[in-house]
């Protein structure tokens, strides 16, 4: 019997799928049946005005930064880029943030040979950071990705190798943007004069 059943009057579906006749089943045990119905119906209802807030800030966010950017004959397109509104006072201020998910194509196995090039001639004269920093960018989480950083963080190494450059030029060629999320944050600034996030998370409260 699934959730979408209709249950008998008379009866209460346990956790097995098992109709049980109410009068068998314990005071206590229905109290906290209808105690977690009640917050999961409150619950439900607050993610909804939640989702209703977020579309209507975000709307009015771009709304406002199209009316702005107009002041000056330029019209901004979609909804891309971090935008940060402010109160007059400062005391507080919203944010839009767009987070974008970066991958690698295959280019990156070619930047990895070319690299491994590099190492197994640098062996003998190659500092042991430098090995554990190159092997460290390439290994691959749980989920058998790469950390885009890691990879990154290795085109800021000044190395005059014809080869290393060329990989360099390869991660960049690799790297593409998979997908984006857009983020609103809302910040109070605080007695420190320090924002503070104002909390829209559950768990964050």
Same mark, same amino acid.
């Given at each position: 019997?699934?959730?979408?059943?209709? %249950?008998?009057?008379?009866?209460?579906?346990?956790?097995?799928?098992?109709?049980?006749?109410?009068?068998?089943?314990?005071?206590?045990?229905?109290?906290?049946?209808? /105690?977690?119905?009640?917050?999961?119906?409150?619950?439900? @209802?607050? #993610?909804?005005?939640?989702?209703?807030?977020?579309?209507? *800030?975000?709307?009015?966010?771009?709304?406002?930064?199209?009316? +702005?950017?107009?002041?000056?004959? *330029?019209?901004?397109?979609?909804?891309?880029? &971090? %935008?940060?509104? @402010? +109160?007059?006072?400062?005391?507080?201020?919203?944010?839009?943030?767009?987070?974008?998910?970066?991958?690698?194509?295959?280019?990156?196995?070619? @930047?990895?040979?070319? %690299?491994?090039?590099?190492?197994?001639?640098?062996?003998?004269?190659?500092?042991?950071?430098?090995?554990?920093?190159?092997?460290?960018?390439?290994?691959?989480?749980?989920?058998?990705?790469? &950390?885009?950083?890691?990879?990154?963080?290795?085109?800021?190494? &000044? %190395?005059?190798?014809?080869?290393?450059?060329?990989?360099?030029? @390869?991660?960049?060629? +690799?790297?593409?943007?998979?997908?984006?999320?857009?983020? /609103? #944050?809302?910040?109070? #600034?605080?007695?420190?004069?320090?924002?503070?996030?104002?909390?829209?998370?559950?768990?964050?409260?």
């Amino acid at each position: 019997m699934t959730q979408a059943s209709v %249950i008998p009057d008379g009866y209460m579906q346990d956790a097995q799928g098992r109709l049980v006749p109410v009068g068998m089943v314990k005071d206590v045990d229905k109290a906290r049946h209808e /105690l977690v119905l009640d917050l999961v119906a409150k619950a439900k @209802a607050l #993610r909804q005005t939640m989702a209703a807030f977020l579309a209507d *800030a975000m709307g009015d966010v771009s709304a406002f930064a199209q009316l +702005s950017a107009e002041q000056y004959g *330029a019209k901004i397109g979609g909804d891309k880029g &971090n %935008i940060t509104l @402010a +109160s007059y006072d400062g005391r507080f201020k919203v944010q839009r943030q767009v987070s974008e998910h970066l991958v690698f194509d295959e280019r990156l196995q070619a @930047a990895k040979a070319l %690299i491994d090039e590099c190492i197994a001639e640098w062996t003998e004269g190659s500092r042991d950071e430098l090995k554990v920093l190159i092997n460290d960018a390439f290994q691959v989480d749980k989920e058998g990705r790469i &950390n885009t950083g890691r990879v990154l963080s290795l085109r800021r190494l &000044n %190395i005059a190798d014809d080869r290393w450059r060329q990989a360099m030029q @390869a991660v960049s060629d +690799s790297l593409r943007v998979a997908g984006s999320k857009t983020y /609103l #944050r809302v910040y109070e #600034r605080d007695a420190n004069g320090k924002y503070q996030p104002i909390a829209l998370d559950l768990a964050a409260m």
